[in-house]
């Protein structure tokens, strides 16, 4: 059975940083294409990024990209969103994702998914 399970979510002032993480179990990890969305309320859950099974490539939704990076670690079965020059827009509950098809933003292509961890940024 695959799990996934995201910490590091918390209280942040405009312009901070956090980092959140995910660990999966229950599946190869390193065949996989991890991904972070986010879903703020009242609003659809939206792509923030993704990484290839190797972390050679990454994607980003265009609003925040250059202040968010996506990592992995391969050895440890875990991803991770550095997110820094943080925005109140950017308060959502993040959610790790894995797919088995090829990088993409696509929500449906995804398969598994983790409970999620709010993030709150303060004006």
């Known amino acids: 059975q695959v799990q996934l399970v995201e910490s590091g979510g918390g209280l942040v002032q405009a312009g901070g940083s956090l980092r959140l993480s995910c660990v999966l179990s229950?599946?190869?990890?390193?065949?996989?294409?991890m991904g972070w969305f986010r879903q703020a309320p009242g609003k659809e859950r939206e792509f923030v990024a993704c990484?290839?099974?190797?972390?050679?490539?990454?994607d980003y939704s265009g609003s925040v990209k250059g202040r968010f990076t996506m990592s992995r670690d391969n050895a440890k079965n875990t991803v991770y969103l550095q997110m820094n020059s943080l925005r109140p827009e950017d308060t959502a509950v993040y959610y790790c994702?894995?797919?088995?098809?090829?990088?993409?933003?696509?929500?449906?292509?995804?398969?598994?998914w983790g409970q999620g961890t709010q993030v709150i940024v303060s004006s």
């Open positions: 994702a894995a797919s088995t098809e090829s990088m993409t933003s696509r929500r449906a292509a995804y398969n598994y």
């Open positions: 229950g599946r190869t990890f390193s065949w996989l294409v």
């Open positions: 990484i290839s099974g190797s972390g050679g490539r990454t």
